[in-house]
């Protein structure tokens, strides 16, 4: 994943990220965007079912304790993308894409250090939960009961059962 966290062309006349009610309408516009979006939008619409009234305060919360430090998300920020992509396989794409529309967000209503600071841990928090989901992916393909055994390289072609 490569957004770049750097605002392409900030202006002093934007403010910094500075309340909840900040959060909020970043998550709000973001959201906007996000389900009109013709390659996730069907994701958050079709799949998850937004409620976006719900939605946004929960969210909005998180953003708050990432970026200011609020303590007011109490929630596991995961564990609804693992119950998503089982519904929905949640690919890189989709994650870059999630990137771009949040980095344009951003940059359209915010410019300082917590502007930067949403973006560059968007970045983190993609990459975290594509790794997560997709070591969940490869776990789910395993065996099982137990040590799967599997021979590799010349001597395995070699053999004969």
């Known amino acids: 994943m490569s957004a770049n966290a750097e605002s392409p062309a900030a202006t002093n006349d934007l403010p910094d990220i500075e309340d909840l009610a900040d959060c909020e309408r970043l998550v709000r516009s973001f959201y906007g965007r996000a389900m009109v979006d013709p390659m996730i939008g069907f994701i958050f619409v079709d799949v998850a079912k937004l409620d976006l009234e719900a939605h946004v305060p929960a969210i909005a919360s998180f953003w708050e304790t990432v970026l200011l430090g609020a303590k007011s998300y ?88």
């Open 74 to 161: 109490g929630g596991g920020a995961f564990q609804p993308h693992a119950e998503l992509n089982a519904r929905v396989e949640l690919r890189e794409g989709h994650f870059e894409r999630w990137l771009v529309l949040w980095f344009a967000t951003v940059d359209e209503l915010f410019v300082g250090e917590r502007a930067n600071l949403a973006k560059i841990h968007a970045l983190r928090v993609a990459r975290a939960f594509h790794g997560r989901l997709q070591s969940h992916a490869a776990a789910a393909l395993a065996p099982a009961g137990g040590l799967n055994v599997t021979l590799h390289g010349p001597s395995a072609t070699n053999r004969s059962s």
